[in-house]
């Protein structure tokens, strides 16, 4: 009876997680196809930055800061109060206000500023550093459960992987001893 009990727990709990679930819109997907291995990550920060490392898909966040992208195999599009600093075959740099959408595969994509929200669609790296704001809140980051969400660190960073891993990706191998 209490293996059974269990099940329906469990049950339930895998329900109302699903039904919270916040993936990828087709909007925030763009142009970008649905893949398996593609996974959605939602960063939040009143005051902080964010590098998105060897990153593939579509990316869309609001802004108020300076954003570099590099290397960029796809399109980027601001709008808003943005302007581009700075452009050369491989770099771009933009300063304002606004909202910013990259496609396609990058090898960065880092921003420094407060007031930001992103929603990544794709797969890569995230490396977050928060500072605190009025509230000593440093920011959020989440999968696809908003009720789920993880603090930015403080003074230091932190690298969030796209898609999320699975309890089997953390596990440690075990290397066999040299000579016995």
Request: proline share 6%.
């Amino acid at each position: 009876m209490h293996v059974r009990g269990s099940i329906v727990v469990l049950g339930a709990s895998l329900l109302a997680a699903v039904m919270w679930a916040q993936p990828a819109t087709p909007a925030q997907m763009g142009s970008i196809p649905d893949k398996p291995e593609y996974g959605t990550l939602h960063l939040s920060t009143r005051l902080g930055s964010f590098r998105t490392i060897d990153g593939v898909g579509r990316a869309e966040f609001t802004f108020s800061g300076t954003v570099l992208v590099s290397k960029l195999k796809g399109k980027v599009t601001m709008s808003g109060n943005v302007r581009e600093e700075y452009k050369d075959e491989e770099r771009a740099v933009y300063h304002g206000t606004g909202r910013c959408v990259v496609e396609g595969e990058w090898r960065a994509v880092q921003w420094f500023g407060r007031d930001m929200n992103f929603v990544w669609y794709g797969k890569g790296i995230a490396r977050v550093t928060g500072d605190f704001d009025a509230n000593q809140e440093t920011g959020w980051y989440w999968y696809d459960d908003p009720t789920d969400r993880m603090p930015w660190p403080a003074a230091n960073s932190r690298d969030v992987v796209l898609p999320k891993r699975g309890v089997t990706d953390r596990i440690p191998t075990i290397r066999p001893r040299s000579g016995g």
